[in-house]
């Protein structure tokens, strides 16, 4: 297989100059810029990867850690770094939790593993990594960027949201609409964004003068059978409600499916309220109100910021961006409710014949 040097010699020119041409990078005059491209044509030349990591040494690689591999959530963001990442000429590896051990390991481990493959940084999504993990990852904890979550020692390389006011601004959509008895299905409460999204719907309601101290919780893993699974239980418990928080968009899709099996009208029995507006929310039927979190913007300003450690760029870099709700048709004013709309979805008993008398 030939290489960059045998292109040079061909060519008759320097290293540098042949590699500045297979680059696209560099001055380089007329002429020899024509006797490089016909070497490469001649030689059936194509760069490796790892060549041109030893070569100008990088990578051209990010690495992308998330706590798993499923739902549409991570699947949006990924295509957003990756398109940002091929306009910049570079590329993504991922890793992923395999749910199989302890998330916080998990997430050592696979940024480490990200890191040893020699990517020229790395973008951490909502993991359960701690401040004094990061220490684990040498001088690689300079080229670092958190999506979604928040180090007090890197707060410049971190991008993310005020969840407790997503929460506030959830259960201000549900009151808005009279909506008072009211059941949450919450995320895995080892995950802070989670733990802050519910504090925030809690701390809304209680200054609207309910108690939340009865209100009906339920922990699930943010998936669509997590959300199918606890409205089956939350149904089967009898509690009285008329709308319903969940603390991720997925688990508010199973959690009408579950609804819509039982017979139960979304929204003219129950309203159902998501959170972070993930793009299959649009299309749910019916479609899902979400707490909107600008991931686009959050993501696009995140690689940018991880490009300029990287390369020393200035490209503009924004750390600000404010949460809202995305009103659709799951959200309306009280209805039946549930168990009353549960009751109602039973099909009547059928009516009892009177015995003919003989004769």
């Not at 500045?20 to 490089?36: D, I, M, T």
């Not at 030893?54 to 798993?68: D, E, H, K, Q």
Request: hydrophobic share 45%.
């Amino acid at each position: 297989m030939p290489t960059i040097k045998d292109v040079a010699r061909l060519a008759g020119v320097g290293l540098g100059t042949a590699s500045r041409v297979v680059r696209g990078k560099g001055s380089v005059s007329p002429a020899k810029l024509e006797r490089v491209k016909q070497a490469v044509e001649e030689l059936g030349y194509r760069p490796s990867h790892a060549a041109r990591s030893l070569l100008y040494g990088t990578s051209r690689m990010i690495g992308v850690y998330i706590p798993m591999l499923s739902g549409t959530f991570y699947t949006a963001i990924l295509k957003i770094v990756d398109a940002e990442l091929r306009a910049a000429g570079l590329h993504m590896m991922i890793a992923f939790g395999a749910g199989k051990g302890e998330a916080r390991q998990e997430a050592i481990d696979g940024v480490s593993q990200l890191i040893a493959r020699g990517c020229d940084g790395v973008i951490v999504l909502t993991s359960p990594l701690e401040e004094a993990d990061l220490a684990l990852f040498g001088a690689r904890r300079e080229r670092l960027v958190a999506l979604n979550y928040g180090f007090d020692s890197i707060p410049e390389q971190c991008f993310t949201v005020d969840h407790v006011q997503g929460g506030r601004l959830a259960a201000r959509a549900l009151l808005d609409q009279g909506h008072r008895e009211i059941a949450v299905i919450a995320g895995p409460w080892k995950v802070q964004d989670n733990v802050d999204r519910i504090e925030g719907f809690m701390r809304e309601l209680e200054d609207a003068g309910i108690d939340t101290a009865g209100m009906w919780v339920a922990e699930r893993d943010f998936s669509s059978a997590g959300g199918w699974s606890a409205a089956h239980e939350l149904l089967a418990s009898k509690t009285r409600f008329t709308a319903l928080f969940c603390a991720n968009d997925e688990m508010a899709l199973g959690a009408m499916s579950c609804f819509h099996e039982a017979g139960i009208h979304v929204p003219r029995e129950v309203s159902v309220i998501g959170y972070d507006d993930a793009p299959s929310a649009a299309f749910s039927a019916p479609r899902l109100t979400s707490v909107r979190i600008p991931w686009r913007e959050m993501t696009h300003n995140g690689v940018a910021a991880l490009l300029n450690l990287c390369d020393g760029g200035r490209r503009p870099v924004v750390r600000s961006f404010p949460v809202s709700v995305t009103v659709r048709a799951s959200l309306g004013p009280p209805g039946a409710g549930v168990p009353s709309a549960a009751e109602a979805a039973r099909p009547p008993a059928s009516p009892r014949r009177k015995a003919r008398a003989p004769g």
